[in-house]
Each structure stands twice: as structure tokens, then as C-alpha cells.
């Protein structure tokens, strides 16, 4: 009894910390997230946990429910991201990589190449890097060279076995995405698919405003949305519609898919106060 | 006289003394790799070299910007250089947008930091900004983006395809961030342990050299000295050699040796070719006998040998490309016994190592200091 009050106390204080979070701050947070394609499930265990009376559909997407009556509309936004998983472990401990989830640029695959990337293991997340030629040995590149493509990537963890690999957690199919530093830079920020996790984050402080709501309102945190015939949201359509409306969070971005995708401050902060009219009724 | 020189030196050698450890060529990188030191731009990495010696030494900055370090007196000098410098860009021009034009600092991929996150040096502070990948600039249409910058767009050998914005519109802006013509451009960096005893981050090269020189200088038996020793740190190697330059004008022919003490780039990895330079990661430091710079002699490789073997220091021998220090000191008849450290991914943000050949390197640099 004691522990199960605790546990209700946390899930009360930690949406007010969220709630108190500056739209930035929650912005930079929700860009902090490593969320491939498919395999969302530690980022939508903390939504679980963050936003009280949310549930999870066997898909994955977090969903809550605002108001009653009609009409009945759906607010989402995609919270995956292109990544990898691992597809083999060579006999020295190098990881060789599988590409999951659409892109829309070769250069993503290229950002790979001599670049940092966390493996989320079995046993947490595990350090790494992806192989480069070393420059002294090559001295220089070739002419036309075929670009670099996930192919070519060998992930050094450390491992100099499969054993030792294995011993770190990192099994066939655990996650791989480059490694996360979000980046502020004059009024915008980039990081992987921020786009995507901002307007992730928009949502989520839209939500947490309390908005007044017309009709009853679907909030869905949706996953798999770069898998062909977007599983996740169609799922949440599926098992919740049908919908008078339907509204998907979105941002204009630069330099997609790089390391340096780029969204405005500004943007963000107008797409939360769009939302939260949108939920009010407004078209 | 080489077996006799040998036997001298083993017994000299064998006298167990403290040596460094794992755990403090950790705590010694772990300051050096954060710190920002593009060629031109080592101010920073000098003071923290400075700050992770012992309060007995009194090291100088000469007007080339490279720190020394003297200990002990007697017979000719003996030196030992490592680098500060890292690789990087700088600054040419501000555009009426806003964005940089740049200059490479040094030999590497540019690709590797195209779309990345960026930072720019200044004395007011370091500004963020990216890379942008290439599509996003007027550029020649036929670089197209996803192949890796081979391209000179204007005869220049430095001449980066790489632009940086700081999220400002105007030229104004950028310069009231304090960025000016000539501040050194980078990308964030950090030092990460890998499994077991690896560990990864961008300028390795040559802040390894760095760390066992003061490691050597921490545990070194100062009484044992039987001529002097200067340990120099030294700038702007990436782009010619500069430091290194300057120190051996000023020392010309007095010196015994010179000891380079920088990256041996090894093929222990995925992609590299293995028809030399493969000596693997962890099985000790390598006497980098011969590379694009210079050729050590073979009696003098031989003594390190066995100086090693004396102190129970793993050791190897390769050859492998690149230049070192060592060099500019060899036409004042200096002979360069270079020696490094195995290295994964040279000149690219993800350099790796292990942190037993760095305290080993330690180890020898101090075994040689103090013997030999």
C-alpha cells in the first residue's frame, strides 16, 4: 500500500514538472529522444508515465481522450524517426546495420560514416562508432567515389568478439541511431528528425495547457509513421474513429534528414498555439 | 657498441619505478579531448596541458605559442614533441547572408561534417551553428549531395565546399556574435569510454602525444636524469609542422634525439587496407620506424626495444603514412625516434583507441627519459 501511494504521487508530480517546462525546454527534451521506426517503446513508456489517463493501443500509439460529445476529432503526431537496428555481429564485434523506416535523403545514410551512434542493447544503451577509412591510409578520396551507404557501416563498440558484444546487451535487432546532442543555434535548433520531435513537443504543451475543447478530442503520440501505409496512425483512426476531423502536427524544416535538421523557436511555438485552437474548434 | 650500449641500457632500465595507469590516461584525456585547438587556435589546450602538470613544473610559451618544459641538466638535450593542434576550418570571408565561407585547417573528409552541427571560436565564446548540407547552398550543380566533397570549386587546395550558418540573415548579425574573418570553426565534440578499455572522440590526434607526455612528466624520477629533457607541446602541426619548426631552429644541432610522439594511424579496422599499419589496438604503443616524414634508425628502434622489454612496457614496431614533428629536426642532424599509439578512423570525429596503449606510451616516454 505504502509503495502503490508513492507511485500514484509520482504520476501526479511529474506531469506538473512537465507542465512547468518551458516550451523549449520540453522542445529540447522531446528532441533528446531516439524514437526508430518500429521501436518506440522506451519513449512511449515515458509518455505513459508523463501523461495520466493516456493508454496504449497494441501498436504502440499513446492516445488520451479530452472531452465527450460530438465532435469527435483526432489530433496527432508522428513520433518516430528513420534509424537502423542491428542486423549481424561479425566475428571481431563489429555490428552491421539494417535501415529502417522511409528517407528522403542519400545523405542520411552518408552521416553515418565516422560518427557516433548509440545501440540500445538489452542491458541500456551501449556507446559507438561508425567505421572510417582513416584519411592517412587512403590520402584522399577517390574521384566519383560511390557514396557511403549503411552497407558500408561496421559499428565499433569496443567488442573485439561477438562474445564481448553480446556480453554488452547488443543483440540482432536492437535499435541504432546517431548519436543525440539537440543544438541550439541562434533562434532555431536542429537535431535528427527534429522536425518530427518538436512538433511532438508542441502537441505535448498544447496538451498540458489545458485547452478548452469542443466536442471530444483524440490526442494521439503515434508510432511506425514511416513505415509504409502509416501503421500507427491508421491504427489509432481504426480503433478510435471515426473522426469528424483529423489534424496532424507538423513544422516547416531545413536541412532534413542531416544531423542538422533545422525548425525555428518561432514556429514551434505558433504550431502550439494553433493546436490549442484547433482543439477549441477552430478550423 | 650496439650490444654494449643495449646491455647499459637494459640495466639502467630494469629498476622498477611508478608508472602511469589506465585509470589516470582516463582523467588525463577526459580534460584534453573537450577543449578546442584547430592549428592557430591552440591558446586553450595549452592552458589545460599546463593545468594537468605537477606544481614543480614551470613550463614556458614561446612566441610560436609552443610550451616547454625543461628538466634536468648535463649532457645534450633530448626532446620529446607532441602537438596541440586538431584539425578544423577557419573562417574566410562572411557572406552578405550571413554564412561563413571556410578554409580546411588540416587533411580530412569534409563529408564527415557536412549536416552537422557546428561551432564557431571566438574570443567572446563559442557561437553554435551547422554545416548545411550542400543542396541547400548555390553551388555547382554537378557536387551532387550525397557524394563525398572531392570537388576544388575554385583552384584552392584549402578552399572548403562547406559553408557554416549561425542562424543570422545578415552579415551584420554574424559579426555582432564576434565572429570574424580567421576565427576557427569546429563541431561539437566529447570523450566517450567504449567497451572494456576503448574509448572514442575527434582529435585523439594528437592529444594521446599530449596526455603521455604529462603522464611522463608526472611519474618521472627527476634524480635519474643524467642530461636535460624537454618536453614540448607544440602548434600548428596539421598544417605544416610550424611549432615544431620553430622549437628546432632555436635548439639546432644540440639535441641527441628527438622523440615525435604522435598517432601511428593503424589498418586494425573494418574498411582500411592491411598491407602495413596493422598493428591491432591494446598490444602496446608502436615505434613508428618509418613514415612519409622520416625514418627512425634501426639501432635506435633496437634500444627502445629493449628499454621496453627492461620495464615490462608492451611495445610494437610499424610503418604507417603521415608526417610527424620529429622531422623539422632531423636536417640539424638530430635523429627522430618517433613513437605512437595505435589509432582507428584517423582525422574523423569518431578516432578510436585504447586507453592501455596510452598509459604504456606513457610508460616508455618515461622509461626513455629517464635511461637513455
Known sequence: ??????????????????????????TLRFAGFTTVSGYEQAVTDSLLTLLPGATRDRLGDISITLGSGSPKRLVSCPLDEAGYVVGGVTSEGYLTLRREGRIASPLFEQQLEGHRVTVFGAS????GVVGVRSVHLTRGRVPNEAPFTVDDAYVDIGASSAADAAALGVRLLSPVALARRPHRYGDAMAAPAAGRHAACAALAAALLSHPKISGSMVVSFTVQGLQGGDPGLNAVIALKGPFADTLTATLPVKYRDTMAETVMMADIQALEQRLVQWMGGAK | MKIFLTVTLVCAASAAQAQSTVAEADSVLARLIPTYGVSGGEAPVREVVKSLLPSWAKPETDTAGNLWLRVGSGGAPVVYVAHMDEIGFQVTAINPDGSLELDRTG????????????????????????????????????ELRHQPPVVRVDGDPNHSTLRVDVGTTTRAATEALGVTVGSTVTMPKSYQKLAGTRATGR??????GDASL???????????????????WSTREETGLFGARAAARSLGTAPARVYAIDTFVSSDAPLDPKSFADQPLGQ??????????????????DSVLAIASARHIPI?????????DGSMFVPFGVPDVAMGWPLRYSHSPAEVIDLKDVAALANIVQATAEVW
Open chain 2, 316 to 324: 610494437q614496431v610499424g610503418t604507417t603514412n603521415g608526417g610527424n
Open chain 2, 107 to 142: 587533411g580530412f573528409f569534409e563529408s564527415l561534417f557536412e549536416g552537422m552541427p557546428a561551432l564557431v571560436h571566438t574570443p567572446r565564446g563559442d557561437i553554435p551553428g551547422v554545416f548545411p548540407p550542400r543542396d541547400s547552398l548555390p553551388r555547382d550543380p554537378r
Open chain 2, 214 to 232: 604529462i603522464l611522463a612528466v608526472r611519474h618521472l624520477d627527476r634524480a635519474k636524469l643524467t642530461h636535460e629533457v624537454i618536453f614540448l
Open chain 1, 1 to 26: 500500500m505504502r509503495y502503490r501511494c508513492a507511485a500514484v504521487i509520482l504520476s501526479l508530480a511529474i506531469p506538473a514538472t512537465l507542465a512547468s517546462q518551458s516550451l523549449e525546454s520540453l
Open chain 2, 284 to 301: 602496446g604503443p608502436v615505434v613508428r620506424a618509418l613514415d612519409n616524414s622520416s625514418v627512425t634508425p634501426p639501432a635506435l628502434v
Open chain 1, 124 to 127: 541500456g544503451p551501449v556507446p
Open chain 2, 203 to 208: 582529435s585523439f590526434d594528437d592529444r594521446v
